[in-house]
């Protein structure tokens, strides 16, 4: 892949490009893919529950100045020159996911409360899309608490929102 090939998809194609599909052994069954987009670098996780029942996806945005920035932030984030990437765009890749294990997304939760999920470096501002994981980032739930009582306590919603630009998140 080369950044011509980046910047056709992005500002001709689709608008973004996928440059990472891993899957992560400590998060056993959740896969983690990387996309370019205009001025930001999205990191989605999901596991196999995602693609059979809609759960079990979570998704972060780190925003940067303009594309070289994008791209230079995550050939550091990935570990590899933007020539070893693959664009999953244009691919037919299935979906293999390992054996699921049930605590992969606890731990995945526990490390984004503690600050401990690796994040790409630079970024101006960062989005997490979750109001659920928004709270666990901001320690104001557990990943242990069930995000379904989570939607039943405005109050508690409407303080993590009141939150998000004390940890710039937009």
């Known amino acids: 892949m080369d950044i011509q ?6 500002r001709v194609g689709s608008g973004f490009v996928e ?11 959740i896969c983690r893919r990387v996309y370019i987009r205009e001025n930001k670098m999205q990191i989605d996780y999901i596991s196999s529950g995602w693609l059979e029942y809609e759960e079990g996806e979570e998704t972060f945005y780190f925003y940067y100045e303009n ?5 230079k932030a995550t050939e550091k ?3 590899k020159p933007v020539s070893e990437w693959i664009n999953y765009n244009r691919t037919y890749n299935l979906w293999n996911f390992p054996e699921y294990n049930q605590d992969a997304w606890k731990k995945l939760f526990s490390d984004l409360q503690k600050h401990k999920l ?3 470096d ?3 501002k960062f989005t997490i899309r979750t109001i659920y994981a928004r709270g666990i980032f ?3 739930i557990s ?3 069930d995000a379904y009582k989570l939607f039943k306590n405005d109050k508690l919603i409407d303080k993590i929102q009141e939150n998000d630009s004390e940890f710039k998140i937009y």
């Open 19 to 29: 440059v990472s599909r891993d899957y992560l052994t400590e998060y056993q069954g």
């Open 118 to 120: 690796y994040f790409p």
């Open 122 to 124: 630079d970024f101006s």
């Open 138 to 140: 901001q320690n104001m």
């Open 67 to 71: 594309l070289e920035s994008v791209i």
């Open 77 to 79: 984030y990935l570990q």
């Open 143 to 145: 990943p242990n608490d």
């Open 5 to 10: 090939e980046i910047k056709r998809y992005i």
